[in-house]
């Protein structure tokens, strides 16, 4: 049975990020692709400036001709989201479904302890209350923090805060956890809180001293077809597989020359990409 997919984000004309990345990745036999746009965007973030049209218009206007036209989805992921509008409409397309679809969030918000430039605290509240219908949400460890209000604390992280961190956002609403770029005394780790199975885990990652962009996109790829494709499997055995994939790759990336923007050049592993999910 087909199964439709709904990804929701901004769409960059020129990097490979959002849209651009997952689309290739998540093309596969029986599935249809269908898209929610929250934003066009001349250019990835990576280049500073860019320009951005927002479509919270367009995003409401959508999703009362889906309702019309009774679309459903089976599964929805979320990016990039402007405003608590736009969290708002996403709430009531979800909402409004007959079966609730699984939903992977990946609250785009900041990085390094930091809010994103332009980004405002209204945007952290909207998320925050997204977070009871999520399925499974992938933020790093700053947007985690945003979303708890404990973003000072970001420079002192220790494990035991980190699985506190989760307690507290499992007691907000939120089903299974992951927290990424999680770094303990120099190495790096994906924390992770199983609804399904009621345990906690950490998975230790190979860090490439260089930012790439679009990574993020690819791991919540690479974690959807997991969750399609190994539904039995436990979430650590998935986060596992997914960040080999993307640390090998991204191995070989580090090794090549680069352009203006550290990207990764996903057309050369889509096999990789597309089958690491295989058990």
Known sequence: MTK???LIGDFAGVGKVAFSVMTPLLTKKDRTLNFLPTAVVSNSFDYCDAVVHELTDFMDQ???????????FDLVTTGFIFSPEQVAIIQRLLEAQPQKPYLIADPIMGDLGELYAGLSNELVAGVRAMLPLADLIIPNLTEALLILGKEALYQNATEAQVLAWMDELHALGAKSILITSVELDGE???????????CTFKVPYSMIPIHFGGTGDIFTSLMTNEIIENPEATLQSK??????????????EAKRPRGRIDEV????YLD???????I
């Open 188 to 198: 790096f780790y994906i924390f992770g809180y199983s609804d399904a199975e009621k």
């Open 272 to 278: 990789e990409l597309k089958s690491s999910s295989e």
């Open 265 to 268: 050049y996903i057309q050369n």
């Open 239 to 252: 986060v596992e597989r997914s960040a080999k994939t993307i640390s090998d790759i991204l191995k070989v």
């Open 62 to 72: 959508t999703v009362n001709m889906w309702q019309k036209h009774g679309f459903k």
């Open 4 to 6: 439709e997919l709904l």
